[in-house]
């Protein structure tokens, strides 16, 4: 099983490097869910990082609305990363209506060819979600990162399991949000993922404001799901 990493700063790459973890989705500013990071920040964490590095693209916190100008900004910040060595990215699209929106979806999976994609858990505003999961599956998506009908993923692991059966492996439903050692175990049993998704940021670290992944968190995660 493979363990994807939410990174928001170099300390927490570090950690990910010296436990062995798969994947990285880079981003910054934890407190607003993530942002796109500085070309300075994924520089510094390609250098270190041999894994697969996914870059969030997601040039401001609140709604996954965005202008065209905004779009614009954010292909050419993918172009810019692939440049610099990114392996893939993450994001998601949003109409007015809670519907993806396929026309930047179609164009931006244009300009990450062929790098894999994922929808972030902006899909979980999604009103009809088997609609949106036609959506993601017709234009070639990679996987949608979702905590399901849940504030978590294990708050949303029914929705989940139901969501996997639905697209029969033909994309990768990746839990994510709040998934922790204490809580990790129940979805693993139920859901059976292929992958998983978490920060591995404690409550601890957080009310002090320090958005670092604890080291033996995530030792706790790997030995799970290893």
């Not at 993530?34 to 070309?39: C, D, N, Q």
């Not at 994309?171 to 175990?185: A, K, V």
């Not at 979805?187 to 670092?212: D, M, Q």
Request: net charge negative; with cysteine; charged share 25%.
């Amino acid at each position: 099983m493979l363990l994807e990493l939410a990174t928001f700063n170099i300390e927490s790459v570090h950690i990910a490097v010296k436990a062995g973890v798969d994947r990285l989705e880079l981003c910054e500013d934890y407190s607003i869910g993530g942002i796109t990071p500085s070309l300075s920040f994924f520089n510094e964490a390609r250098k270190l990082f041999h894994n697969d590095i996914f870059v969030m693209i997601r040039p401001r916190p609140r709604s996954f609305v965005y202008s065209d100008d905004e779009f614009e900004r954010m292909l050419q910040n993918v172009e810019k990363f692939i440049e610099l060595g990114a392996d893939g990215f993450v994001s998601g699209f949003m109409s007015e209506d809670q519907t993806i929106n396929k026309k930047q979806l179609g164009q931006f999976l244009n300009v990450c060819q062929p790098l894999p994609f994922t929808f972030h858990r902006a899909f979980d505003q999604i009103l009809d979600w088997k609609l949106g999961l036609d959506i993601l599956l017709k234009y070639g998506c990679a996987r949608v990162l979702t905590s399901g009908d849940g504030r978590t993923a294990d708050e949303g692991r029914n929705r989940i399991v139901q969501m996997m059966e639905y697209v029969k492996g033909e994309i990768t439903i990746l839990p994510g949000g709040g998934i922790r050692s204490g809580n990790l175990q129940t979805i693993l049993k139920l859901c059976s993922p292929t992958e998983i998704h978490t920060a591995g940021i404690l409550e601890e670290n957080l009310r002090n404001g320090k958005f670092v992944v604890d080291e033996d968190e995530l030792l706790k995660i790997l030995a799970m799901i290893n």
